[in-house]
């Protein structure tokens, strides 16, 4: 025989997914290089065309692997670049109630 919880219906599940946009202000930047030096995992490259002012601002080419710790964030002395949080709703589960 079948317990209460066995019998009880199959819902679907949400789980909330984060991830992280990278915003540069390029006429900001002055191409200093920290944050894509240091941003430990490898998400920020030099960008490969220039700013009004003639410097390479940095460019988000692996944006999947970005944890949002915030230190390109941080680094930056012209306050040209910050990270912002993308929270998106999925129903990729189903289990019971
Ligand atoms: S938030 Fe952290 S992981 Fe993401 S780009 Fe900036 S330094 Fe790299
Ligand atoms: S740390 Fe700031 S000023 Fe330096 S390259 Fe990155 S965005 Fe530009």
Redesign the pocket.
Do not use: K, T
């Given at each position: 025989m079948l317990t209460r919880q066995e019998r009880s219906p199959i819902v679907p599940e949400e789980e909330t997914t984060t991830k992280?946009e990278?915003v540069v202000n390029e006429d900001w930047c002055k191409g200093c290089g920290f944050?894509y030096t240091?941003?430990?995992?490898e998400?920020?490259e030099k960008s490969t065309t220039f700013n009004s002012k003639g410097y390479y601002p940095p460019e988000?080419t692996n944006i999947d692997?970005?944890?949002?710790?915030?230190?390109?964030?941080a680094i930056c002395p012209d306050f040209a670049i910050h990270?912002e949080e993308k929270k998106t709703k999925t129903t990729t589960k189903r289990g019971r109630k």
């Open positions: 992280y990278i944050c240091f941003c430990p995992r998400v920020l988000a692997r970005c944890v949002g710790c915030g230190l390109c964030e990270v």
